[in-house]
């Protein structure tokens, strides 16, 4: 049997708490026989649950905790009165005790990434974190990054994240030298911003052995997956993930009204319903549940608040595959290039040398 | 009958030229019976596209020009050899003239831009123009504006075309008061990009007769269609529309190779066909053909490159209604408010109220 692997687990995060949390991890334990928990919350909450199901029981340990972030705290806030005893921080605690090899929460996305800084601080030459998306695309899925964590990107910090995103890609697709673009716009008189113009610049310079870059994507290539892991700064990746999830239920809703119309319609509908529900398996968002936040001295998995049991086992899984294949020593190999120990001398060179 | 309107049309323009213009135009005709046309280009090949519709010739003119900017000019390059003689400066230039009411050209983006900004100029007080888009929403349809003639906006921009969008939606919609939001990011820890929540101060303290401004909107309320005018900045604008373009053509291929799956998901498509026709149609990027460049002095309508004469017609009726709706005269309503007379005061006057 594999090695165990351990994930932490802020039990108390999301919309409902250890009642997704819980039986999440149990689906994720069938799948993943190796798992390990430790749930982080209220004990009189979990404990029941773990024991309804003996599988699960074995592998777990609850550690009770009083406090719990709430949904709409502050980061601020939540860091002034969740710190060293809130579940979500006793979770990511964990990783960096070396107790857990991942944090799982469904917590508010700002209390966990101000709290996986400070507990975890960024990896030595990382300026900041980033939150990762994997995207479902025609070909497959790839990786977004960032979508929100930050607003704005200077090209060393691009150039950072496309590191971080292609030993992401590495790690969960298995691919050798994964494609990487720089997201840009492609209106003829502005042909981009500068940052993202140098980013371009430099990565082409250094021609990483980690990854294979195609130069600027736009936003139809998100969907199309022109390239496994598309860069881009906070503020549009935000805006263009978000927007992707508006559009994809906006032309659901229209299917559903185009659908229920006529009897012919719904009698079609009817007789293709095994096609429907294939279409609908192709866009469950619980699927890809699941941001990443990547560059931190450990792996720290967001779930969506509102997400289900299935979900909450997605986002454990994602987590299990990235410490099954050592995302954090390909991080560390990504960043022990030149780029890295001589970086700023390199990003200089490439300024002087692309001008 | 209605006064005639004239407009002045760039027949060499988008990937095929005068085979789509000009049947676009005879298309808009029979839907407008009011319409005159400038056609500008090639005499030879226009002119029997002309004569073949006796309608179409009763209303139209014809001038040659010897130059076309190409799709793939760069906009310096197309300004420094189609100034003053491409059929894209003369249908422009007709606006200026007051021979045309507006102007619509299925060209080369930069170039139609560059030549617009260079002929027309920019409204007194207005920086700089920006591309309006039309967005099919679940409530109908939206305005998001700037989706890429520039990149990055401070508040004062951010302002100035909230005030454009506002005035196109009061034209287009026939809206007495629409609904302004500015979008952001919702990830907790940033709460959005300076510029972004100062120009949302300036909007709320001067609570324009022109708009009900409502706040931040995010990705997702595109679709929703949660206010009638989205304002950002060009570069997320611009990632925000291809990226809702391309996660629409995603899911009508995931639907299409569902439904050919089986026989039984066949048959049901047969059946269901008139509402799969429907969802099609609402999905017809043809029927919201058209960037308007907004804040010139003068109407200019970009239709798609690759469109067909339907396309065409639907960016020539665009421009019509924004005519008769008088947009220009909406616009300089919106901007002899306080904002503008006295710009730089009340700017300083909402920055410090707000600090």
């Not at 981009?192 to 994507?217: Q, S």
């Not at 992707?244 to 809703?253: D, N, V």
């Not at 009817?270 to 549940?289: G, M, S």
Request: net charge neutral; with cysteine.
């Amino acid at each position: 049997m594999a090695e165990p692997i351990t994930i932490s687990v802020d039990a108390m995060g999301g919309d409902t708490g250890p009642e997704i949390v819980v039986p999440g991890a149990a689906i994720a334990l069938v799948r993943r026989p190796n798992l390990h928990f430790l749930f982080y919350g209220d004990q009189a909450r979990i404990a029941p649950l773990v024991e309804a199901n003996p599988q699960l029981k074995l592998v777990s340990r609850i550690v009770h905790t009083d406090v719990t972030v709430r949904m709409d705290d502050k980061p601020s806030q939540a860091l002034r009165q969740g710190r060293y005893k809130s579940s979500m921080w006793k979770a990511i605690e964990a990783v960096k005790a070396g107790e857990a090899a991942a944090c799982v929460s469904a917590g508010n996305t700002g209390a966990l990434m101000v709290m996986s800084k400070f507990c975890l601080k960024t990896i030595s030459g990382i300026e900041r974190p980033v939150i990762a998306a994997i995207w479902p695309t025609l070909r497959g899925e790839s990786i977004v990054l960032d979508v929100g964590a930050s607003i704005g990107a200077d090209a060393r910090q691009l150039v950072d994240s496309a590191v971080l995103g292609a030993a992401m890609a590495a790690s969960i697709f298995g691919l050798e030298r994964p494609t990487v673009g720089l997201l840009n716009v492609g209106v003829e008189e502005i042909k981009g911003v500068e940052e993202v113009r140098e980013a371009g610049r430099i990565l082409k310079d250094l021609d990483l052995t980690l990854m294979d870059y195609r130069g600027f994507v736009e936003g139809d290539d998100l969907g199309k997956g022109s390239v496994d892991v598309v860069v881009t700064e906070g503020f549009a990746g935000n805006i263009a993930l978000k927007t992707a999830e508006g559009t994809a239920r906006q032309i659901g809703q229209y299917l559903r009204q185009a659908m229920s119309r006529t009897f012919l319609s719904r009698l079609g509908y009817w007789l293709a319903r095994d096609a429907f529900a294939r279409l609908k398996e192709k866009l469950d968002p619980r699927k890809v549940n699941g941001g990443v936040f990547l560059g931190l001295n450990g792996i720290v998995i967001k779930s969506h608040g509102g997400t289900d049991a299935e979900g909450f086992a997605a986002a454990i899984e994602l987590g299990c595959s990235m410490v099954v294949n050592d995302l954090m020593a390909k991080i560390a190999r990504g960043l022990s290039h030149p780029l890295h120990s001589g970086r700023v001398e390199v990003l200089d060179k490439a300024r002087t040398g692309a001008s």
